[in-house]
């Protein structure tokens, strides 16, 4: 019964490498977020999704692409991939986007990605 | 620019009292938002805050004052599983989340 899934857990590839991560939630939100946190620890926000409709893009490279084939489901493509790409890519779900406690974040297990 | 500012680390010994603070500077004020985050784990939500004052949650407590842009998380009778970072978010006025860096809390016997 988890609430925020993501696959793979773990992922190690080559630089120049395509790969995706996935992400489900079965909370019934209509909001859902990709976070990327490297090694300082500092959460950094890319995408944020509400109802399969894009609603935050923060200057990430168009390297990163989101899809979202329904609420419950946002994908991170990575084309591409670098060096700088490895950190841990969190996913995460809330109930609304319009303030108050519907706002709270519930997050998936962390994808860590390794780029070698 | 917005601005979320924490301890990057404190050290408290089990079984006392920690207060871990927060600052910020954002366009606008929708709610702050404190999380927990064990090494190589998620953030966990702790508490939401959008009036002034006291939010009691068990052993942990939260704070806010708009008016100086500040909150506190108040943490009690401190156990080792306590040992993790915690995380000040701020929701501004388009209702987007800005993240402080997180206070790393180390316990001690």
Known sequence: DTAVSQTPKYLVTQMGNDKSIKCEQNLGHDTMYWYKQDSKKFLKIMFSYNNKELIINETVPNRFSPKSPDKAHLNLHINSLELGDSAVYFCASSQGTSGGDLETQYFGPGTRLLVL | ?109
């Not at chain 2, 943490?75 to 790393?104: F, H, P, R």
Request: hydrophobic share 35%.
């Open chain 2, 1 to 109: 620019g917005q601005n979320i500012d924490q301890p990057t680390e404190m050290t408290a010994t089990e079984g006392a009292i920690v207060q871990i603070n927060c600052t910020y500077q954002t366009s606008g004020f929708n709610g702050l938002f404190w999380y927990q985050q064990h090494a190589g784990e998620a953030p966990t939500f702790l508490s939401y805050n959008v009036l002034d004052g006291l939010e009691e949650k068990g052993r942990f407590s939260s704070f806010l004052s708009r008016s100086k842009g500040y909150s506190y998380l108040l943490l009690k009778e401190l156990q080792m599983k306590d040992s993790a970072s915690y995380l000040c978010a701020v929701m501004d006025s388009n209702y987007q989340l800005i993240w402080g860096a997180g206070t790393k809390l180390i316990i001690k016997p």
